[in-house]
């Protein structure tokens, strides 16, 4: 039967990626939508985005709502819902805590309920995926209004920075909401971030009225890293799609995986299987970040000041040299009105500039990051993990769950917390609690294992020499392939009867941290502590 769709060029193309690779074709259109935010960004860039703010929120909420369109058809009209929720509330009950205590009760209602509803045990892709995008950036969104109610004084740096009075209007939420370098897989920004991008303040204005040539095409910190994260992007797509052919989920189910082969052949097979695995998320993070960034919302505001020939700046204090964010030169900390229209003052800075005495460069466009490849890759210990993966989303729980909820005075407890939202947010299958919940155990046991090891008497050899550096770099490392393993194939599998068979097969080795306290005084005896006096002299 002819169907309208079977004119669409870009469902054509999806369909025919479909059948050679032998995915999805939800997949496909996903990864499309993702991947045509760079088009959409070049054309924001070269013909939108200096014909004023309607014109911009216009073509920012047209072509997500089209991509959207295109991927969940009249489900779209869940994510509308949600906005219309959200502003109900906000306008009914004000900047109040009882707004926020709705808005996240609504959202986060609508979102398990969709779970429930239309999640069938496997990775579905339906409009629960971006709306799970915008239940945290609408949560924020409520926090953010809250507290530009509140005196400057009861707010964080951070607070201050994205708090905001009155509620903007249908257009600008929904552009905000619908951004399609964003509104699929993240990240997540604030109002003023996203406002501030709009009205073109976002940017420091000294570098981009200074910029020579070679400056604007050839070092350009923006197109440097959009080009980065799109062939790291290309590369880790090219490395999980090849790996489906040796190393696949299915295989883990199987007799012969489970019955036939030994101990260390399957935790081997599980280890290189969570590796690939991340790399599905790293190549779509990483298009999402580079088209981000090409749009222009990757900007921090930072800028690199370096004086030359040991000037100092005319105007500014002497610690003024080195990396500086612009909202040092604001006239004024913007709260009211639109929220975000932000004034700099840079004629004393640019003076010094034009005199040759300064040298001012933009930053990197790392505001959107969602993951520090190099640094992931070469993590040789679980903090280093957690702070380069799953950046963006984790300082979005660090600022909107964990620490509002100091009020608990436990940081154990603020944690525990803000793990269990993290899972209840992906959804309700139980892979996704044994996988936080093992990143918590394992977090937990290594950081008081390194504790100790950190200042017993081995620890200059180990942390001061060669030898010992490259001893604990590849045993650091070795670990942090092993502690991977059984909390991603739980999350891969999702449910209790897929994971069970597949971690009992390695006898539930990655519970091994759960024994930490049994073990822990074998660690004390085993890396004796230095005496007091030598610890003091080393600190």
């Not at 004629?347 to 466009?365: F, I, P």
């Amino acid at each position: 039967m002819f169907c309208l769709s079977d004119l669409n060029p870009l469902e054509l193309f999806a369909a025919y990626l479909s059948r050679q690779l032998t995915f999805d074709i939800y997949a496909i259109r996903y990864l499309l939508s993702i991947v045509l935010g760079y088009p959409i960004a070049i054309i924001y860039v070269l013909l939108i985005r200096d014909r004023g703010a309607r014109a911009c929120n216009t073509y920012i909420f047209l072509t997500g709502f089209i991509l959207s369109f295109w991927n969940f058809g009249l489900d779209v009209i869940h994510l509308f819902a949600g906005i219309a929720l959200t502003i109900s509330t906000l306008r009914i009950c004000g900047p109040t805590s009882t707004a926020v205590a709705m808005t996240f009760m609504l959202n986060m209602v609508y979102l398990l309920t969709g779970y429930y509803l239309v999640n069938y045990g496997t990775y579905d892709i339906n409009w629960t995926m971006p709306y799970c995008i915008l239940c945290l950036r609408l949560i924020g969104f409520a926090w953010d209004y809250r507290d530009g109610a509140l005196p400057e004084t009861k707010l964080s740096e951070y607070q201050k920075s994205v708090a905001f009075t009155g509620i903007p209007s249908p257009l600008e939420i929904l552009a905000f909401c619908f951004v399609p370098t964003a509104c699929f897989v993240g990240p997540q920004f604030s109002w003023r971030h996203y406002q501030s991008f709009i009205d073109q303040t976002l940017r420091p204005a000294v570098v981009l009225k200074n910029r020579t040539f070679i400056q604007k095409y050839f070092r350009n910190p923006k197109l440097h890293r959009t080009l980065s994260r799109l062939a790291t992007g290309i590369l880790f797509m090219i490395l999980h799609v090849a790996s489906r052919g040796f190393v696949s989920m299915e295989y883990m189910l199987t007799d012969v995986f489970l019955k036939k082969s030994n101990f260390f052949y399957r935790l081997g097979y599980m280890i290189a299987f969570s590796q690939f695995l991340i790399m599905r998320y790293l190549c779509i993070w990483l298009f999402s970040e580079g088209s981000c960034i090409l749009m222009g919302l990757g900007c921090t505001g930072n800028v690199h000041v370096q004086y030359l020939n040991g000037s100092q700046p005319s105007s500014q204090p002497k610690n003024y040299t080195g990396t500086v964010n612009t909202s040092t030169f604001r006239k004024t900390a913007v709260l009211g009105g639109g929220g975000a229209t932000m004034d700099y003052d840079f004629q004393a800075l640019e003076k010094d500039v034009l005199e040759g005495r300064a040298v001012v460069t933009e930053a990197d466009h790392t505001k959107c990051a969602n993951i520090s490849v190099v640094r992931f890759q070469s993590a040789t210990n679980t903090d280093l993990l957690v702070s380069s993966f799953n950046i963006n989303t984790n300082k979005w729980m660090l600022e909107y769950v964990y620490k509002r909820l100091r009020f608990l005075g436990n940081k154990q407890l603020s944690q525990i917390i803000t793990l269990l939202f993290l899972s209840v947010w992906h959804g309700f299958y139980s892979g996704y609690y044994v996988n936080f919940f093992l990143e918590f155990i394992t977090v937990y046991a290594e950081k008081e294992f390194l504790y100790i090891v950190r200042r017993s008497i081995y620890a200059d050899f180990l942390y001061n020499t060669l030898p010992g550096k490259i001893l604990t770099s590849v045993m650091g490392k070795l670990h942090a392939l092993f502690l991977l393993a059984c909390p991603l194939c739980a999350f891969s599998l999702l449910r209790a009867n897929l994971w069970i068979p597949v971690l009992s097969s390695v006898y539930f080795i990655g519970f091994i941290y759960l024994l930490w306290p049994l073990v822990r005084p074998l660690v004390k005896r085993l890396f004796p502590r230095k005496p007091e006096a030598e610890a003091k002299k080393d600190s």
